[in-house]
C-alpha cells in the first residue's frame, strides 16, 4: 500500500490565510514542509507519483474549461470524469483514501488551483479534509455509486443523479458506506424523477432519506436481500412523491 502524505487542518487553515491574501491559489505544489506521513502501514509515494497525480487531474480539469471561465454544465462533467477516473486509480483504492488528512493535502497542497477553478474561490469546506472536500466527495460518490466494471453502464446514476442527490448520499456516512443501499437509493430516484420531473425531485429525495434511516433504526437495512431492499426504497420514493 502506498502512503500519501496528510496535511492537517492547522496548515490547511494556514495555506488558506495565504491564498486569500494572494487573492488567487498557487499553480504548483506547495506546503511541502507542512505534511506527514502515517508511521506504518506501507511505503511513501513518490514526489514524482504525486507529480503524476496532479498532471492526470490538471488533464481532466482541462478538458471542461481550466483554467479558463466555465459554466456549470462543464463543471459537472468535470465531476463526473474526476469520479470514474478515481474509481480505477489503483493508490487510491486502499485505506489511505478513507483519510480526511489525505484529501486535504491533495486539495490544498497537490491541486488547489483546480479546486478554486471548479469552486469559483477559496471555500474552506472545499479544502479541510471530510465529505465537503472538493475531491474526496467525488471519491466517495465512486465508491458508493460504481455498478462495477463488468456493467453495460456502469456510471448510470453518476451521470444521471442532481448535486442535491449526491448530497443526500454521500454525506451520509450510514448510506455511502453500504453501497447496496447508496445504488438502491440512486435507482428509486431516477425512476422516481422519470414519473414527476428532475425539478421535483428535491424535497422528494430529502423526504424519502429521512423516512429511510428512520426505517433503519427498527430495521437492519443490510440484511434486506438485494429485492427487499430495491422494494422498501420504492416504497419510500412513493410515499415521499405523494406528500
Not at 428512520?214 to 431492499?229: C, K, P, S, T
Amino acid at each position: 500500500m502506498l502512503l500519501f502524505p496528510r496535511l492537517d487542518r492547522v496548515h490547511v487553515d494556514s495555506l488558506l490565510e495565504e491564498f486569500a491574501l494572494k487573492e488567487t491559489a498557487p499553480n504548483h505544489p506547495r506546503g511541502i514542509d507542512a505534511r506527514h506521513f502515517g508511521a506504518t502501514g506501507g511505503s511513501r509515494i513518490s514526489d514524482s507519483e504525486l507529480a503524476d497525480l496532479r498532471r492526470e487531474i490538471l488533464a481532466i480539469a482541462s478538458e471542461h474549461g481550466f483554467p479558463g471561465a466555465s459554466n456549470s454544465a462543464q463543471r459537472s462533467r468535470f465531476d463526473t470524469q474526476l469520479t470514474a477516473f478515481f474509481a480505477d486509480h489503483l493508490s487510491l483504492n486502499a485505506g489511505e483514501a478513507l483519510r480526511d488528512d489525505v484529501w486535504a493535502y491533495i486539495t490544498t497542497v497537490l491541486v488547489p488551483d483546480v479546486v478554486v477553478w471548479r469552486f469559483k474561490g477559496i471555500t474552506r469546506r472545499r479544502f479541510q479534509g471530510g465529505v465537503r472536500n472538493a475531491l474526496q466527495r467525488l471519491w466517495l460518490r465512486a465508491k458508493a455509486l460504481d455498478r462495477g466494471k463488468e456493467s453495460d453502464d456502469r456510471w448510470r446514476f453518476v451521470n444521471a443523479l442532481t448535486e442535491d442527490a449526491f448530497v443526500q448520499i454521500v454525506e451520509r456516512p450510514s448510506i455511502y458506506s453500504d453501497s447496496r443501499l447508496a445504488q438502491a437509493l440512486a435507482d428509486g430516484w431516477t425512476k422516481t424523477a422519470q414519473r414527476v420531473g428532475k425539478s421535483a425531485m428535491e424535497p422528494v429525495m430529502r423526504r424519502a432519506v429521512v423516512n429511510l434511516r428512520l426505517r433503519g433504526e427498527v430495521q437492519m437495512l443490510f440484511a434486506l436481500d438485494d429485492a427487499a431492499l430495491v422494494n422498501l426504497v420504492n416504497r419510500m420514493f412513493f410515499k415521499a412523491a405523494s406528500f
